[in-house]
């Protein structure tokens, strides 16, 4: 005779919708699943921007030194130049011995910004916004991962921004994953002033050698209305900045719920971040329908002030594969970095 | 005011104590709500868009309810309302002043002539079942008319007083209460009850107690609705002298009281009329206590109903 179980059901695991109804407890994505490593192998995401580094990479430097890209002939010094980088066609031209020299290649340095204030915990396809972000930085990292690149990370808290310190190879990468992760849930409405803009505004004063910034956030302000294009949302300016020196990648995160409410009857509806608390009648097939345009111009805004800020810009969404909308931003990224990132004119950089 | 005078279970109503407990365990979720409702990210978009729904749809539903209930409770309590009934029969006693203070001119054209025409006036006012008894109010009160329902004899009763001398309020009520007790019995066997309606303009000049007699009066359930007649400057000429006759207001407030009727003062015709108007709605209705239950579960079933539809409203979806 089988054995009949007389426990009760226990409440079902709704896994990551159970954000809907209070703060999750801990992350929604097991670190092994956040990016196929050995399949993104064969993708190189396009560096356009030089770096300074101090050792020999793969991506091109600012400064001369041993590397593989040609920079302006020089003449030769007896005993400090190698005869071997003589450039003839220039000694043969002026009559004066030169020498080719070369601008050095250096390693790249990621640094990758995480949102995680209250907005970030909340998902209801499987994942919530924050582990995707952390999905993202994954596939971002595995991408980036050549001769001697680092990576580093900010866990922007609402108190506090927490510093990963930047280092190379595989097993870093995963412990800064696994930092991520870890990473104890930010409780709602937590008493703190960090937002997007101070977040950004901190990395940029970080003052690190040149490299990829990658900024993953919702890029939603709470109490901010607006949806007009034209006016800068508050963390433009700071983007643009961060952009000066840096090949900057927004990753936005989104969920399905936030562009298309659902239909599920009258509900009380509050906020994680602010103190909104309203009953809203989703049954109003017209308020439905003015919320999900004003949603769709929302998010259409933050694509203008990224685009403006001359950013990257991936977008996320909780129900579909990050890596495939990875992937297919790093093909079509090839094409369009070099137009994307140039650096800003009149600037010294 | 005893409380088991107003209901027949008083006992039911610690009920009521459910009230307060209820509003209170509503303010309490209320104050949970923040920890019940759904999160949201988006809300400022959201909140810009979607307008504010008003609460007072909610707000009424539960505080409806809350009346419907305490209405509800009240009426299982089963309580007593006062109604008016109109009396089937009664014996109305009209006692008339007649002393010679009467005679004051301060109402037109004097006090007598302007009582006999308005007493007249409410006389054929009564219900023509009650009976009527006419008593004159001097030094030896007589009863002009017995207890009767002819309303002919009554106003020719009324027409034919004359002023007599001096004023005896004792002994005018003792042949009161004995000209009601001269009307015929009911089928029933039972008296029908009786009233004094008494109308004086001066102050008692007899030795006996009027306020003993009221006592007797009040003994046999006979309320005294007494009228003080005249102003306070009104004075007749009595053997050449003349005399400020006001009338004691003060006794009579005492002889209405002792008996559970009402007093009143006329300084004029047109008051006396208006005074006579209210008399003969009061006794011409009494009150009878009578369980008002239904009533109360009305207003109960009409805030009940008020509650449903605010609640039907706020979560129903309408095809």
Known sequence: ?349 | MNLDDVFLNPERLWWWIVVPVLVALYIWIMRRKRRTGMRYTNTAVLGAVIPRQSQWRRHLAVAMSLASLVTIIAAWARPNGVERVPRERATIVLVIDVSQSMRATDVKPNRLDAAKQLSKEFVSTLPPKYNVAVVSLSGSPAVKLPPSTDRGLALRAIDGLTTQDSTAFGPALQTALAAVQMAPKGDNGEPAPGAVVLLSDGANTATESPLQAAQALAKAKIPVYTIAYGTENGSVDLDGVRQRVPPDRELMQQIANATKGTFSSAESAGQLDNVYKNLSSQVGFEEVKKETTAMWAGYGLAFAVVAALAAVSLGARWP
């Open chain 1, 1 to 349: 005779m089988a054995a009949v179980d007389f426990t009760p059901a226990s409440e079902p695991d709704l896994g990551a919708l159970a954000s809907v109804l209070r703060e999750p407890t801990a992350a929604t994505l097991p670190l092994n699943k956040l990016a196929p490593e050995a399949a993104l192998r064969r993708l190189e995401l396009t560096i356009v921007r030089r770096m300074e580094g101090f050792l020999h990479g793969d991506h091109r430097g600012l400064l001369p030194g041993p590397g593989s890209e040609t920079n302006d002939a020089r003449i030769y010094v007896p005993g400090q130049d190698d005869v071997r980088k003589m450039d003839w066609a220039v000694t043969a031209r002026t009559q004066i011995p030169h020498v080719r020299d070369t601008i050095a290649d250096r390693e790249l340095e990621v640094w990758a910004l995480l949102d995680v204030t209250p907005s970030m915990n909340w998902g209801t396809e499987g994942v919530t916004k924050r582990d995707l972000g952390i999905a993202a930085i994954a596939t971002i990292g595995f991408l980036t991962q050549q001769m001697g690149d680092r990576f580093g990370g900010l866990i922007m808290r609402p108190d506090k921004i927490a510093r990963i310190p930047a280092r190379s190879g595989r097993m870093a990468l995963y412990g800064l994953l696994r930092r991520m992760l870890t990473e104890p849930i930010v409780k709602d409405h937590s008493a703190g002033s960090f937002e997007l803009a101070a977040g950004i505004e901190a990395m940029a004063r970080l003052q690190r050698r040149r490299g990829l910034r990658v900024v993953v956030s919702d890029f939603l302000s709470a109490g901010d209305t607006e949806l007009d294009p034209n006016v800068e949302p508050d963390w433009e300016r700071p983007l643009r900045r961060l952009g000066v020196r840096n090949q900057v990648l927004c990753v936005e995160v989104v969920d399905r719920r936030e562009l298309e409410f659902p239909d599920v009857g009258d509900i009380l509806i509050r906020d994680p971040e602010s103190d909104f608390q309203r009953y809203v009648n989703t049954s109003d097939a017209a308020a439905r329908a003015r919320f999900d345009a004003a949603a769709a111009a929302q998010r259409e805004r933050v694509r203008i002030a990224i685009r403006r800020a001359g950013a990257g810009h991936i977008s996320l969404r909780t129900d579909r594969d990050w890596v495939y909308d990875i992937a297919r931003f790093v093909l079509a990224y090839r094409r369009t970095a070099a137009m994307l990132h140039q650096p800003p004119q009149g600037v010294s950089v």
